[in-house]
């Protein structure tokens, strides 16, 4: 996928409309649209990379740096007990749009939501 046919690009570009809840130089954050829960923030760079190994390392760090404080907002305005931060890499991977970006996802004590691996 080219950046002209990237959806976040267009969001990032402003040619198509967000709830837009964090900006700056590197990174938006912003709803969202197909959320697993209320307060389903995505956090994506400003430039185009399709995986996370395509970005340098010192822009990997500072886009995740965000997600702190981005997070803390998100437990505030949810009022979840935790959250998940989930980033997909291709299309096996569950990445559904090719342009890096990590999800903060609020969650809840018998929420529903899940993996399907065997972490215990």
């Not at 990174?27 to 995986?51: K, N, Q, S, T």
């Not at 995740?64 to 949810?78: E, Q, T, Y």
Request: net charge negative; aromatic share 8%; charged share 20%.
């Amino acid at each position: 996928m080219t950046q002209a046919e990237c959806v976040f690009c267009k969001i990032v570009a402003g040619q198509i409309p967000s709830a837009k809840v964090y900006e700056d130089d590197a990174c938006i954050a912003f709803l969202d649209i197909g959320p697993l829960a209320d307060a389903h923030l995505l956090l994506v760079p400003r430039a185009h990379y399709e995986w996370i190994t395509d970005m340098p390392g010192e822009q990997v760090g500072v886009v995740a740096g965000r997600i702190p404080k981005l997070a803390r907002a998100v437990l505030k305005v949810s009022d979840a007990e935790g959250f998940n931060v989930l980033q997909n890499n291709g299309r096996s991977s569950g990445q559904a749009v090719p342009h890096v970006h990590f999800h903060i996802i609020p969650r809840r004590e018998g929420d529903g939501l899940g993996y399907r691996w065997n972490a215990g």
